[in-house]
C-alpha cells in the first residue's frame, strides 16, 4: 500500500499557501567617530641621530595628541622603519642619509577638538596626516535601527500582498539577515588630506564638515496567509 506523500514542512499548499517577501532599508546618519593617520618623519646623515630625532618627534606628537584628552578615543602607533638611502655615486656600500617614519593613528569623537588637532599636528616638522575618516562605531545603535526598519518594511510588503488577495497572514515562517554594511571606512565615503607645514605663528583650526554615513539593511522573509478566495 503506498503511502500518501507528506509535504515537507513549511511545503506551501493551497491550504496554506505563502508569501516571500524582502524588506530593505537605508538610513542616513551622522558619524560617530572620525580617525586620521599621522606620518612622523626624520632624516640625517647619522644614523643615531636620525633615531634620537625621530624618537623626539614622536614623543613630542604623543604628547601633543595626549593633550587633547578624552576627545581622543584611541591613540595607536602602528609601523616603524629607519631606512639608509645608498648613495647614487660610487661604489660598494656607502650610505648618504637615514630616513626614519613612525605611523600614528588618532580616533576621535568630539569633532570640535578633531579641526584643531588636524591642524596642529600638521604644522609640526616633517610630519603628515591623512585623514579624516569617518565612521560609525560596531555597535552603534544605527545597525539596529536599519534592522527594525527591514522587517517593518518586510512585514508590510508581504501584508499589501495578502491584502491585494483579500486575505490576512497567520504566522512567520523565516526571517534572514541577508545583508547588513556600513560604508567602508574607514565607511561611508572618505575625504583624505594630506599637510607638510612649518610655520612660526599656529594656523588656525580646520572647519571640518562631519560626512554622513550610509547604513543598510536586508531581510528576507516567509509569511503563510489564510487561504483566499479566489
Request: net charge negative; hydrophobic share 40%; glycine share 6%.
Amino acid at each position: 500500500m503506498t503511502t500518501p506523500h507528506q509535504p515537507a514542512p513549511h511545503h506551501p499548499t493551497p491550504e496554506a499557501p505563502q508569501v516571500a517577501v524582502r524588506g530593505e532599508a537605508r538610513l542616513e546618519v551622522d558619524p560617530e567617530i572620525a580617525r586620521i593617520a599621522v606620518t612622523v618623519s626624520a632624516r640625517g646623515t647619522d644614523r643615531a641621530a636620525t633615531l634620537a630625532d625621530l624618537t623626539r618627534r614622536n614623543t613630542h606628537t604623543l604628547d601633543l595628541v595626549k593633550t587633547y584628552g578624552e576627545a581622543v578615543e584611541k591613540l595607536e602607533t602602528g609601523a616603524f622603519s629607519i631606512t639608509p638611502e645608498p648613495s647614487k655615486h660610487g661604489r660598494g656600500e656607502r650610505v648618504r642619509a637615514y630616513q626614519g617614519t613612525v605611523h600614528l593613528t588618532v580616533e576621535l569623537a568630539d569633532f570640535t577638538a578633531l579641526g584643531e588637532l588636524t591642524t596642529r599636528l600638521a604644522d609640526l616638522d616633517l610630519t603628515r596626516v591623512d585623514g579624516p575618516w569617518w565612521a560609525l562605531r560596531p555597535d552603534s545603535p544605527a545597525y539596529a535601527e536599519a534592522r527594525r526598519t527591514a522587517v517593518t518594511e518586510a512585514v508590510h510588503r508581504a501584508r499589501a500582498y495578502a491584502t491585494a488577495l483579500g486575505t490576512t497572514l497567520t504566522a512567520l515562517l523565516e526571517l534572514s539577515d541577508t545583508d547588513l554594511a556600513a560604508p567602508p571606512g574607514l565607511t561611508g565615503g572618505t575625504m583624505r588630506m594630506a599637510f607638510a607645514a612649518e610655520t612660526a605663528e599656529a594656523p588656525p583650526a580646520l572647519d571640518l564638515e562631519p560626512q554622513r554615513q550610509t547604513v543598510t539593511a536586508e531581510v528576507m522573509a516567509r509569511f503563510t496567509m489564510a487561504p483566499p478566495k479566489l
